[in-house]
């Protein structure tokens, strides 16, 4: 049979390839706590916490060749294990009544940047540009909701420490609100 009578269907979604830590089950308790207790009662997005380290590809289609550099790109990564805390909520630029409401750490010695840069350099020596939007610099934090503003940042009084010791890459399929773990890697320095 021809691709005439049987066509493709098209593509009705993209593909969103990223490298992210994400909280343990203890880690993910208190944030659901800290966003109960004070946050502003947008729904808690409690099956896609985590912190992005690199937004690494934008596809398409399920791009095997990329997610074989991403996955080597990940399995090169050397880096310790580093705990962060995450103490207050806050609020991201975007439309008033869809913002990116997270819990936000420091991360005074960059740790999470150097994670970035050594992800960053692998995959464009792995022949992949960044895409449109990808960032160059990281601010450490875990989207907990989207909603409205709910204006200053709030300190959390029970901060909430985190010890990130893996990476994940994950296919997040836009437009299905669906997020896919594509490999994981351990931290060791």
């Known amino acids: 049979m021809t691709d005439t009578l049987f066509p493709m269907p098209p593509v009705s979604h993209h593909h969103k390839l990223f490298f992210a830590a994400i909280p343990g089950p203890s880690v993910a308790d208190a944030l659901a706590h800290a966003w109960r207790d004070h946050g502003n009662g947008a729904r808690f997005r409690a099956d896609k916490l985590h912190m992005t380290l690199h937004y690494a590809a934008a596809l398409t289609e ?17 880096a310790a ?9 806050s609020c991201f630029a975007g439309r008033p009544d869809n913002r990116a409401l ?15 840069e050594q992800l960053r350099l692998a995959c464009v020596a792995a022949g992949l540009r960044p895409p449109k939007g990808a960032s160059r610099t990281i601010r450490p934090h875990v989207t907990l909701a989207y909603g409205r503003d709910f204006g200053p940042e709030r300190p959390l009084p029970d901060p909430i420490p985190w010890t990130i010791d893996d990476i994940v890459l994950i296919n997040s399929h836009q437009g299905q609100g669906r997020h896919v773990e594509l490999g994981r890697w351990p931290l060791r320095g």
């Open 62 to 78: 399920d791009g095997p060749a990329t997610v074989a550099a991403l996955c080597d790109a990940g399995a090169a990564l050397v």
């Open 102 to 116: 997270v819990a936000q750490a420091d991360d005074p010695e960059g740790r999470a940047q150097r994670i970035m």
């Open 81 to 89: 294990p580093f705990t962060l805390t995450l103490d207050r909520l």
